[in-house]
């Protein structure tokens, strides 16, 4: 079966399906009617790579904040779901990765306590009608609900699209190296209290 997970979220503001799967080689099918959102799971997924499937019909009339936090809280909640115990993972993964000009550190601790370390510098505040604090917001929901200490910097960037994207593939990538298995501790947990 491997590590896969599906969790629906169903409220009255938004209603949420995702699958993942942390072994998986990329395919993403993500439907989230925020467009830029869209883009930005979609680059989380291939660049993880996770397979990734995410179907969300949420208030997007209001505005796009409960579909973008909600999203957060979910997957976070599948990776949870799919490390299970946490048994035999690296734990800690981190990347600097470059986007034309933009350049982005994310760093990952999965630690069990769920907490974002962020400073991303916003060069506009909308992205289309995306606005780009909602990325932030993400993030918080996602670590919180997914037990890990996330660490996000922008380095340098003029393009807040550039930026923004480098971020979403960096944190994939260093989630991706944190939950891989290491074979020389495959029935261990990566902890001194021998719990996360």
């Known amino acids: 079966m491997g590590r896969c997970s599906e969790i629906t979220r169903t409220t009255r503001e ?6 993942l799967d942390l072994d998986g080689t990329g395919v993403t099918d993500i439907d989230t009617g925020v467009p830029f959102f869209d883009h930005m799971l979609d680059a989380f997924g291939r660049h993880g790579p996770f397979d990734l499937y995410v179907r969300c019909t949420g208030d997007v009339d209001v505005e796009a904040h409960h579909t973008v936090e909600d999203c957060g809280i979910v997957l976070g909640q599948c990776f949870a779901q799919a490390l299970g115990d946490c048994r035999g993972i690296v734990r800690y993964g981190s990347i600097i990765l470059p986007m034309d000009e933009a350049l982005v550190m994310a760093a990952v601790d999965i630690s069990g306590r769920g907490q974002l370390h962020y400073d991303v510098e916003m060069t506009c505040p909308l ?4 606005d780009v604090t909602l990325a932030q917001e993400f993030f918080i929901a996602l670590a919180a609900n997914m037990g890990a200490t996330l660490n996000i910097r922008s380095v340098t960037g003029r393009n807040m699209h550039h930026i923004l994207e480098a971020a979403f593939k960096a944190a994939a990538r260093a989630i991706s190296a944190a939950v891989a298995i290491n074979p020389r501790i495959a029935n261990e947990v990566p902890s001194t209290k021998g719990v996360l």
Do not use: H, S
């Open 14 to 19: 938004t209603d949420i399906t995702i699958r």
């Open 127 to 130: 992205l289309g009608t995306f």
